[in-house]
């Protein structure tokens, strides 16, 4: 087996036994435990009781985190003429139609959030294959199909966190950096949760959450108490 070096070593030490946290507790733990020479994301991940598979139990939603993520978000925007000004003024990175069409089918895709105009859906939708694996493709449902891109794109440079469930039912995000206060990351880490309670499928059958894990980028994990989560 592999010797660990000194900083996993120690992380693990400080993690051994520690399950079932409060929101409070794991967000001090994760903090005072990452020790990258990078400012580390704070993550969240949540397994439900919820098989994707099923149109009924697909979950998916967006929620603006009260605190920010501390990430540059890079925002594309499908839109043309007045519109396409409008996304320009507000901050996106880029902005095209089939020109960025073009680009994107070419393997070059250089942003976090894709936006869109209902009128360029068509075009859009021939990237599905591309997007849809990135969970970059724009969907009405998260807000990122709108005619009001201005706000679209102000929305997910000031934080907004998009989330989907996977094959295995679990969703996950970055919920801020190690750097943040702690009363702040917290405040984060509710907001995340309330918006995947709400998202609950009618579908879902037994318990929703089953379980929910906190971690830096580079550190292991702490489970959190399920009830502390969806405290308020």
């Known amino acids: 087996m592999a010797k660990l070096g000194k900083r996993t070593a120690a992380a693990r030490?400080?993690?051994?036994?520690?399950?079932?946290?409060?929101?409070?507790?794991?967000?001090?733990?994760?903090?005072?435990?990452?020790?990258?020479?990078f400012d580390e994301t704070v993550e969240i991940a949540v397994c439900?009781?919820?098989?994707?598979?099923?149109?009924?139990?697909?979950?998916?939603?967006?929620?603006?985190?009260p605190n920010g993520t501390g990430k540059d978000v890079r925002v594309?925007?499908?839109?043309?003429?007045?519109?396409?000004?409008e996304a320009q003024a507000a901050g996106a990175d880029i902005v095209g139609a089939e020109d960025l069409m073009e680009t994107v089918q070419g393997g070059t895709i250089e942003f976090d959030r894709c936006i869109a105009t209902p009128d360029m859906?068509?075009?859009v939708g021939?990237?599905?294959k591309v997007l849809g694996p990135r969970n970059l493709m724009p969907n009405p449902k998260v807000g990122t199909v709108t005619m009001d891109v201005a706000e679209a794109v102000k929305n997910a440079k000031g934080g907004e966190v998009q989330f989907k469930a996977e094959?295995?039912?679990?969703?996950?995000?970055?919920?801020g950096k190690v750097s943040f206060d702690e009363d702040k990351l917290v405040e984060n880490v509710r907001a995340f949760m309330e918006a995947v309670l709400k998202a609950k499928p009618s579908?879902?059958?037994?318990a929703y959450v089953k379980k929910i894990a906190l971690s830096s980028s580079m550190g292991p994990g702490v489970t959190i108490d399920v009830d502390s989560a969806a405290a308020q």
Do not use: C, W
């Open 13 to 37: 030490e400080a993690f051994a036994g520690k399950e079932n946290l409060t929101v409070e507790e794991a967000v001090a733990l994760v903090k005072t435990s990452a020790s990258a020479k």
């Open 48 to 65: 439900l009781g919820v098989d994707p598979r099923h149109a009924d139990q697909m979950v998916r939603g967006v929620v603006g985190l």
């Open 76 to 85: 594309a925007v499908f839109a043309r003429g007045p519109k396409a000004e």
């Open 121 to 123: 859906m068509p075009i």
């Open 126 to 128: 021939r990237l599905g």
């Open 167 to 175: 094959k295995a039912g679990v969703v996950h995000a970055g919920v």
């Open 203 to 206: 579908g879902a059958k037994g």
